[in-house]
């Protein structure tokens, strides 16, 4: 399918353990990449490729792959963290596609 | 530090055309990368619009294709996008972002986004 399915909303208490998942078919051909958007902000690259995060991203976000899912987990869930998290990666046609978002709240 | 800046018309109207262009600076256009428009409709998700690389090729969303122009200048080492037949439903902020590109997606560069309302 051309789509990439995440969960509408999450929630993790503060300094636990979340994890945000993101799947569609493009997953078994092409690595996600993880975008934080905060109110009023554009989004921000916050992991890539395998695991890889940007310089500045915090070591709490790692992420991981297994068949058609990818995943981002925030280690230690601080109240900064309190976002919305896009993952993307390519369609059927190859073309970027963003997954509808996941809104974190960290309670 | 390579940075990404919009700019364009701050409220258009129905069946109007949207013309927004993204400033690059800190890095050549003619680079490997793919630049890319994504929109996000007030209260909704983000949505990529289309890409092109410094060649001229160009890659656009289907649901939008038939309305939309993407180019390149780069003697002003910058990048547009025309939007038209222009409805309600366009209105989003627009991002303009750069795509690191080889092979899996990684918009790692991004413009502060500019809100265009359609509205007569």
């Known amino acids: 399918s051309s789509e990439l399915t995440q969960d509408p909303a999450v929630s993790v208490a503060l300094g636990q353990t979340v994890r945000i998942t993101c799947q569609g078919d493009?997953?078994?051909?092409?690595?996600a990449s993880w975008y934080q958007q905060k109110p009023g902000q554009a989004p921000k690259l916050v992991l890539y490729?395998?695991?890889i995060r940007p310089s500045g991203i915090p070591d709490r976000f790692s992420g991981s792959f297994s068949g058609n899912t990818a995943s981002l987990t925030i280690t230690g869930a601080q109240a900064e963290d309190e976002a919305d998290y896009y993952c993307?990666?390519?369609?059927?046609?190859?073309?970027?596609?963003f997954g509808g978002g996941t809104k974190l709240t960290v309670l | 530090q390579v940075q990404l800046q919009e700019s364009g018309p701050g409220l258009v109207k129905p069946s109007g055309t949207l013309s927004l262009t993204c400033a690059v600076s800190?890095?050549?256009?003619?680079?490997?990368?793919?630049w890319t428009w994504v929109r996000q409709p007030p209260g909704k998700g983000l949505e990529w619009i289309g890409e092109?690389?410094?060649?001229?090729?160009?890659n656009y969303n289907p649901s939008l294709k038939s309305r939309v122009t993407i180019s390149v200048d780069k003697s002003k080492n910058q990048f547009s996008l025309n939007l038209r037949s222009l409805t309600a439903a366009d209105t989003a902020v627009y991002y303009c972002?750069?795509?690191?590109?080889?092979?899996?997606?990684?918009?790692?560069?991004w413009g502060q986004g500019t809100m265009v309302p359609v509205s007569s």
């Open positions: 800190g890095a050549s256009i003619s680079s490997n990368s793919w």
């Open positions: 490729d395998k695991n």
């Open positions: 972002a750069r795509d690191r590109g080889n092979g899996s997606v990684v918009f790692d560069i």
């Open positions: 493009g997953l078994r051909t092409y690595y």
């Open positions: 092109i690389y410094h060649s001229g090729n160009t």
């Open positions: 993307n990666s390519r369609d059927s046609s190859s073309n970027p596609l």
